[in-house]
């Protein structure tokens, strides 16, 4: 696996504090170089630099998924990028996989359960075909609880792979095993690589089966750098609108505004937008702890009211972000609030504009590194 440094793109932006916003950016400049030299030198402990407490990771190096209100003042950028593009690590990666489904003339495997580069993909191939049941209930030993999502898949001949389930009772030659090297908890553990790779040789053992494991440090370190990447692109922008006078909306009115803005109440308690492949688009939630369940909406007296865009988790952000201001204007208009941000300041034109922006520029970094926003991959790695 071709090995290269990763690119993060960090904003910082506003017009009030310009020359403390331009030193902090200096100065998290220099932290990301720092990060670079560990990475370059082997160094797998926790990759991130330090931040602003809203990017920092949570306990137990798990990767939080940053939730940043619209002011972005915790935000750094800089211009000079200090990461080479992960693109020549995904194209040789993909390249490589091409190569290899050609020369053994199988279809590739699907992405959305083996993903050469979200997932570290192991092929068995038996001498004969062995039935599923049976190659399941090899792993059940230490496949129970793997830390990230593992997905067993299986062919015979010129067949598609098929993702198997419990209920699988075919029988099969050709298997890939895939285990997810990065979500938002962070990246795969060096014990839970280690589990992974001894139980897969365990189960070709009992198959029969060839087996060619990878460079287990070199798949360490690219699970590291590519959560390195993920955690610099992972940004939430949430917009706030409350009571103008610091009363409560009542929430009789809520549910028609949002349901006329294109909004649906789903079961989980927030109203979500989404695209017409069912794509999430952006929610819009309590700003306090109750969820606005349909059953006592009407009764609801809130203080405000959050709207939420995952950057990358939308394919078109831009897109997105303006449909999400709109709807933020209509629910002010119709229920006499006002749109803030974090600090309960109005949200002026010069921050819509820099948020605007900046998701236009994170997303076509992710693009840049091979991870089309709001695609499958995406949507796995950023889970």
Request: glycine residues 8%; proline residues 4%; contains cysteine.
């Amino acid at each position: 696996m071709a090995i290269s440094e990763l690119q993060i793109a960090l904003i910082g932006a506003g017009a009030v504090g310009v020359a403390m916003v331009w030193g902090y950016n200096v100065w998290q400049d220099r932290q990301h170089r720092k990060t670079a030299e560990r990475i370059f030198n082997g160094e797998l402990g926790d990759a991130l630099p330090v931040a602003a407490p809203e990017m920092q990771r949570a306990a137990g190096d798990e990767r939080r998924e940053p939730h940043l209100d619209a002011d972005l003042d915790a935000v750094p950028q800089g211009d000079d990028d200090p990461y080479p593009s992960i693109a020549e690590e995904v194209e040789a990666d993909e390249a490589q996989a091409a190569s290899a489904s050609a020369s053994a003339s199988a279809p590739p495997l699907p992405e959305d359960s083996a993903d050469e580069i979200a997932d570290c993909v192991l092929r068995l191939t038996a001498s004969e075909a062995i039935a599923a049941p049976v190659v399941l209930a090899m792993q059940n030993a230490w496949a129970g609880d793997p830390g990230k999502a593992l997905h067993w898949l299986a062919r015979n001949d010129d067949e598609a792979w098929r993702q198997l389930d419990a209920q699988d009772a075919g029988r099969y030659r050709d298997w890939a095993i895939a285990l997810q090297l990065v979500d938002r908890r962070g990246a795969v553990s060096a014990e839970e690589l280690t589990s992974f790779f001894d139980g897969a040789q365990q189960v070709a053992q009992h198959m029969g089966a060839a087996l060619e494991l990878p460079v287990f440090d070199e798949t360490l370190l690219h699970a590291a750098r590519l959560d390195e990447f993920c955690a610099g692109v992972d940004i939430q922008f949430v917009l706030h609108v409350v009571e103008a006078t610091g009363g409560v909306f009542a929430g009789t009115k809520l549910r028609g505004v949002a349901e006329a803005a294109g909004l649906a109440l789903e079961a989980d308690g927030v109203f979500r937008a989404r695209d017409e492949a069912g794509g999430e688009l952006f929610t819009v939630a309590n700003l306090g702890n109750e969820p606005l369940a349909a059953d006592t909406l009407a009764a609801l007296a809130t203080h405000g009211l959050t709207l939420s865009l995952d950057v990358p988790r939308v394919a078109d952000g831009v897109a997105a972000f303006g449909r999400m201001l709109a709807t933020a204007r209509q629910l002010t208009m119709a229920l006499g609030g006002v749109l803030v941000d974090a600090q309960r300041a109005p949200l002026s034109q010069a921050m819509i504009d820099a948020i605007g922006a900046k998701t236009a520029e994170l997303q076509q970094t992710m693009r840049d590194a091979g991870i089309e926003p709001g695609s499958v991959r995406a949507l796995r790695l950023f889970s």
